[in-house]
Every structure is written in C-alpha cells, then in structure tokens.
C-alpha cells in the first residue's frame, strides 16, 4: 500500500530542508562578522582598502603615519595589513574603517575625521595589524591637540626603543600623529 504524502506537508519539508542547506553553506561570511576575535567594538574583517577615511572635507582631521617593525623592534615588515577603525564624527556608529598595506620601508598612512567623543571617554583610533599569521591590537587616544597611547602598548612595545614615542602636531584643521607599532606576541588584549 503506497503512503500519500500531502502538498503541504512535502512543500513544509522541502522548504526547511533547502533553509538548513543555506544556513550552512553561507555560515563562513557570518561567522567573520560574530567571531572577529577583537578586543574592540566596532571591527570589521570586510572593511575596503583605503587610506582617505574622511567624509567632511570641512572638518577637523586627523593625519596618522607610522612604521610598523617585527617584534625585535628593528626589522621593518613591508606589506603588512594596518586596519584601522573609530566611531564616525557626531555619531555612536563605527562607519570609519579601513584596510592599509605598508610600503617596502614599513610605513603606512591615512587621513581621517575627528571621532566622535563618548561621555568620559576618550577618543579613540583602533588597529589591528596583521602580518602571516600573528596580530596585533592597539589603541590610539585622541585629544583636542594632542594623541597618545596606553599604558598596555607602552609595555607591549618597549622593543621600538626610540621609535616608541607618539608625535603629534595640530593646527585648526588638522592634526598629524606619527605612531609606530611593533608586531609583538601579545595578541587580543584590552
């Protein structure tokens, strides 16, 4: 005796069948997005290669270059992969981010807006550097003229020796900040 199935109960089946099919084959570009493994809010593994972040050509900006070294804090790393983000200007949302590659002398460079300042909280710019496989978190503190750094990177980065300190020069329109990072074997830490 032959079973009938019903119209509805075969389309029920196909129709939650072909979903879990979809659900697994796109899960690798999901989980990019939940499991970036950052320290900081606001990160993003799709952001696009560029180095002029601003979108007010009128506004206050912020110039930030810097040579990236290898953990004995000599060796330059050419081609080395900067992301940088931070909060957009007069806004909670981090629509400010961007991929930069470092030239064969290690240096990388980029232009953006002020960020927007949270109540009791500094500015702040966020790296991720990643050369190989190693990666590298950091911070960077914005004030109204000047930038500097953690007490954490400051640690983490001892191995820059004369390279290690930020420095930063502002005008009306623009501040400038030289900011080296050396790609230590501290990983994920606030």
Request: positive net charge; proline residues 4%.
């Amino acid at each position: 005796m032959k079973e009938n199935i019903s119209r509805r109960i075969f389309i029920r089946k196909s129709a939650v069948a072909t979903t879990g099919l979809a659900l697994v084959a796109s899960s690798t570009p999901l989980l990019a997005f939940s499991e970036s493994n950052s320290p900081y809010k606001g990160y993003n593994p799709f952001a696009e290669e560029k180095n002029d972040l601003r979108t007010n050509p009128f506004g206050k900006h912020i110039a930030v270059s810097g040579k990236i070294f290898s953990s004995d804090g000599e060796t330059i790393l050419p081609n080395t992969s900067v992301e940088v983000w931070h909060l957009s200007p007069d806004s909670k949302k981090f629509r400010h981010n961007a991929k930069i590659k470092t030239n064969e002398s290690g240096e990388y460079y980029f232009i953006t807006d002020l960020p927007y300042k949270e109540k009791n909280v500094p500015r702040n710019i966020f790296f991720k550097v990643t050369n190989n496989s190693e990666s590298y978190f950091t911070k960077l503190y914005i004030l109204s003229n000047t930038a500097y750094f953690n007490s954490q990177h400051w640690e983490e980065n001892q191995n820059l020796g004369k390279h290690l300190a930020t420095l930063s020069e502002s005008t009306n329109t623009q501040m400038s900040i030289q900011f080296n990072i050396s790609l230590t074997n501290q990983t994920l830490k606030n």
